[in-house]
T-cell receptor, first 116, second 119 residues
Framework: AQTVTQSQPEMSVQEAETVTLSCTYD???????LFWYKQPPSRQMILVIR??????QNATENRFSVNFQKAAKSFSLKISDSQLGDTAMYFC?????????????FGKGTKLTVNP | DTGVSQNPRHKITKRGQNVTFRCDPI?????LYWYRQTLGQGPEFLTY????????KSRLLSDRFSAERPKGSFSTLEIQRTEQGDSAMYLC?????????????????FGPGTRLTVL
């Protein structure tokens, strides 16, 4: 079974600074994807960034980048130049790529507050 | 592309009543997922459809829950004899088929959710 753990229930950062959200996961599979989703207050969940496990290069999307450590089963999210609009719940998730539904397994989330 | 839509957005019901939620996925997305999210938790998988076939159900989906996707387009999730423990946000997500040539099939697009409160 897959599990995803986010050990930081809440974090805060000053606008324009950098923050890193932690995530660890456990799976016995070799082929899987990892994701960070953002859920702003009272708004729907949107994909921030995704990483294929077979790729060694860390994914980046503008101000968002990940540090994927496969051996350590760690997948942290770095947000650079934080903006007020980054305030949201951030969920780390994993999905297997074979044998069925590709259902997402989520962590409990980290509530990020960006302060002006 | 109008995104995934869910109706109603909010539902308040009394214990023991039946409720039904609807999800309209992004057009041409053949995969559809239902998740449940309780306060302070991440979403938990409930069930998955590929076209009209329900291919996987979580153990969370008790006999009081039933989901359908009769024509492979919209889906409904029904909860019979609701209990207070059913109070949660019910999220729907869709993803495109593998042959679409567009976004990766593993990217799921979420709707705004239906918030259920059982009194």
């Amino acid at each position: 079974a897959q599990t995803v753990t986010q050990s930081q229930p809440e974090m805060s950062v000053q606008e324009a600074e950098t923050v890193t959200l932690s995530c660890t996961y456990d799976t016995s599979e070799n082929n899987y994807y990892l994701f960070w989703y953002k859920q702003p207050p009272s708004r729907q969940m949107i994909l921030v960034i995704r990483q294929e496990a077979y790729k060694q290069q860390n994914a980046t999307e503008n101000r968002f980048s990940v540090n994927f450590q496969k051996a350590a089963k760690s997948f942290s999210l770095k947000i650079s130049d934080s903006q007020l609009g980054d305030t949201a719940m951030y969920f780390c998730a994993s999905a297997l790529t074979q044998g069925g539904s590709e259902k997402l397994v989520f962590g409990k989330g980290t509530k990020l507050t960006v302060n002006p | 592309d109008t995104g995934v839509s869910q109706n109603p957005r909010h539902k308040i019901t009394k214990r023991g009543q039946n409720v039904t939620f609807r999800c309209d996925p992004i057009s041409e997305h053949n995969r559809l997922y239902w998740y449940r999210q309780t306060l302070g938790q991440g979403p938990e998988f409930l069930t998955y459809f590929q076209n009209e076939a329900q291919l996987e159900k979580s153990r969370l989906l008790s006999d009081r829950f039933s989901a359908e996707r009769p024509k492979g387009s919209f889906s409904t999730l029904e909860i019979q004899r609701t209990e207070q423990g059913d109070s949660a946000m019910y999220l729907c997500a869709s993803s495109p088929p593998e042959t679409s040539g567009g976004p990766s099939p593993d990217t799921q697009y979420f709707g705004p959710g239906t918030r259920l409160t059982v009194l």
